[in-house]
């Protein structure tokens, strides 16, 4: 794996390279970097600092990018895919018409970060935070949210399939006329229960629901 500084990075990309495969950048300074339109493939960016960043209109896959920060980066079209961005900071940062897609975000935090428009596809974003996020009228697939941060995020008239909201925050959550029937709601009390209104669910879920409130139906 060929190993990059700083300097080496910025001219390789002065130099017209627009590809970077199988490359080393752990814990190396790349605020304020200038790589848009640059293809990241399998390569190592593990505590690197991305922050303000310009990486719109790229592609990353493969990527490990562990406790990366990319606080208030310009990612916008970009799309990630099989990454590991555990831990990552986003704060800020922009994410219009970003996609990811099969990419570890477990820890992530998005807060105030520009993301109209972009898509999550079978990602682990477990314990992430995501407050305000809006997933209006978007099919949803594979999403693990366990235990995040989704207080404000609206949901409204979206469809979550395979998806788990056990543990998740959904505090002031808009969820009317979402279809969560394909989705792992987890255990709600009687409180949190009142977060579903308006929402879509299964038969088997209500069952579960009342259950778990100690209501019995005759």
């Not at 969560?180 to 088997?204: E, V």
Request: hydrophobic fraction near 40%; include cysteine; proline fraction near 0%.
């Amino acid at each position: 794996m060929q190993v990059f500084d700083r300097s080496s990075v910025e001219s390789a990309i002065r130099d017209g390279q627009m590809e970077f495969s199988e490359c080393d950048f752990t814990d190396v300074d790349l605020s304020g970097l200038d790589a848009s339109d640059v293809h990241f493939s399998n390569c190592s960016m593990t505590g690197a600092d991305l922050r303000s960043a310009i990486l719109c209109n790229g592609v990353w896959v493969g990527c490990k990018g562990e406790r990366t920060s990319l606080l208030a980066a310009d990612c916008s079209d970009t799309k990630f895919s099989r990454c590991n961005f555990a831990n990552t900071n986003w704060r800020g940062a922009r994410l219009s018409s970003a996609s990811f897609e099969d990419c570890k975000l477990t820890g992530a935090n998005f807060s105030e970060a520009r993301m109209l428009g972009v898509k999550f596809e079978h990602c682990l974003l477990v314990s992430a935070v995501l407050r305000g996020l809006s997933f209006r009228k978007q099919k949803l697939n594979g999403l693990d949210f366990s235990g995040a941060d989704l207080a404000g995020a609206d949901f409204r008239d979206s469809v979550l399939l395979d998806c788990r909201l056990r543990g998740a925050s959904l505090r002031g959550a808009m969820l009317q006329h979402a279809d969560l029937r394909g989705c792992d709601i987890g255990n709600f009390t009687l409180s949190d229960a009142q977060i579903l209104r308006g929402a879509i669910i299964s038969s088997t879920q209500a069952t579960e629901l009342l259950r778990s409130l100690d209501i019995q139906v005759a």
